[in-house]
T-cell receptor, first 112, second 113 residues
Framework: DADVTQTPRNRITKTGKRIMLECSQT?????MYWYRQDPGLGLRLIYY???????NKGEISDGYSVSRQAQAKFSLSLESAIPNQTALYFC???????????FGEGSRLTVL | GNSVTQMEGPVTLSEEAFLTINCTYT??????LFWYVQYPGEGLQLLLK?????DKGSNKGFEATYRKETTSFHLEKGSVQVSDSAVYFC????????????FGTGTKLQVIP
């Protein structure tokens, strides 16, 4: 089983719908992140959390919200999806001792 | 702020060719440097890293040397294989504190038999 698991892996939705992407990890890491990948733009940070009571905005947080339900779970919500949020979303984890990130397999979201 | 610039792709090579993917960075302090690889349909995974100047990271035949004087961390492999076809991302991590990670835009490599 993957150490960082994302659900769903693929989702097609319509403009205005609420969408939640979920991430769970078995690595025991305290830090969790949500990134968005777009062609030619690399990865951009949406939100990050250093522990259950810590939530921080990244570069592109507008239109997104997150919830850290437990150390192992970090969910990303789009309250009212719009077409330019069509992208590949990645959850990642690490600890304070290393900069290396461990990624999930990604959630491909299409907003029509 | 920090930034990472890597050569644009796609890069197409024949099997057994020599690979170089250029990466330069701007950062304050002394960042750690990384190469991540993304195989089709998968998430990113760490390929190699270097944490201080003149360090050489290596893995799976790939190498990169942390060059502080030229602020570079170029990825090289002497003989590529079809299985190396993937997208490669250069990244840096700030030292201390938040350790924010900044990624380059990625370089797609296609190796043809």
């Amino acid at each position: 089983d993957a150490d960082v698991t994302q659900t769903p892996r693929n989702r097609i939705t319509k403009t205005g719908k609420r969408i939640m992407l979920e991430c769970s990890q078995t690595k025991g890491h305290d830090r969790m992140y949500w990134y968005r990948q777009d062609p030619g733009l690399g990865l951009r940070l949406i939100y990050y959390s250093f522990d259950v009571k810590d939530i921080n905005k990244g570069e592109i947080s507008d239109g997104y919200s997150v919830s850290r339900q437990a150390q192992a779970k970090f969910s990303l919500s789009l309250e009212s999806a719009i077409p330019n949020q069509t992208a590949l979303y990645f959850c990642a984890t690490n600890t304070a001792n290393t900069g290396e990130l461990f990624f999930g397999e990604g959630s491909r979201l299409t907003v029509l | 702020g920090n930034s990472v610039t890597q050569m644009e792709g796609p890069v197409t090579l024949s099997e057994e060719a020599f690979l170089t993917i250029n990466c330069t960075y701007t950062a304050t302090g002394y960042p750690s440097l990384f190469w991540y690889v993304q195989y089709p349909g998968e998430g990113l995974q760490l390929l190699l890293k270097a944490t201080k100047a003149d360090d050489k990271g290596s893995n799976k035949g790939f190498e990169a040397t942390y060059r502080k004087e030229t602020t570079s961390f170029h990825l090289e492999k002497g003989s590529v294989q079809v299985s190396d076809s993937a997208v490669y991302f250069c990244a840096l991590s700030e030292s201390g504190g938040y350790q924010k990670v900044t990624f380059g835009t990625g370089t797609k490599l296609q190796v043809i038999p």
